[in-house]
């Protein structure tokens, strides 16, 4: 009986995991990835718009996006976004001192108003950076 017991409470805590780890995404991105072609390294600045809604029905608030270096700069809303709107996370990419194939992760860092947590996601900057002669 004992052991019984033990596997079910096994299975429902496992049950509970799967069930936490598939709850939908409250912000819904148009795409995550954006790939800016080929620019010269003394190109202007590539600037691209991450637009996404709050699916959720509460709101959300963006708490930090974080790029790998300080050629990339995130612009992003610090109010809490409500269920339905759209907002978006700017971000600014300067050639200058890059050079060859460029791949830039940006992760968002994000909390629903009743969440206990916080959840992640990345976006990615892509594209080519031709040195000046």
């Known amino acids: 009986m004992k052991r019984l017991y033990i596997a079910m409470m096994c299975c429902a805590a496992v049950l509970l995991l ?4 598939k709850a ?13 072609g080929t620019v010269s390294e003394s190109a202007d600045p590539v600037v691209h718009s991450f637009t996404f809604v709050n699916v959720a029905s509460e709101p959300v608030a963006v708490l930090s996006v974080s790029t790998g270096c300080g050629c990339t700069r995130p612009t992003y809303p610090t109010e809490p976004i409500a269920p339905g709107d759209s907002a978006a996370i ?5 050639p200058k001192g890059q050079s060859g ?6 992760k968002v860092r994000y909390r629903a108003a009743t969440a206990s947590s916080s959840r992640r996601t990345s976006l990615r900057l892509r594209g080519t950076v031709i040195p000046n002669p």
């Open 18 to 21: 799967f069930t936490a780890a």
């Open 24 to 36: 939908p995404d409250p912000l819904q991105f148009d795409h995550k990835t954006f790939d800016f």
């Open 90 to 94: 700017l971000i600014t990419f300067t």
């Open 101 to 106: 194939s460029i791949s830039k992760d940006i």
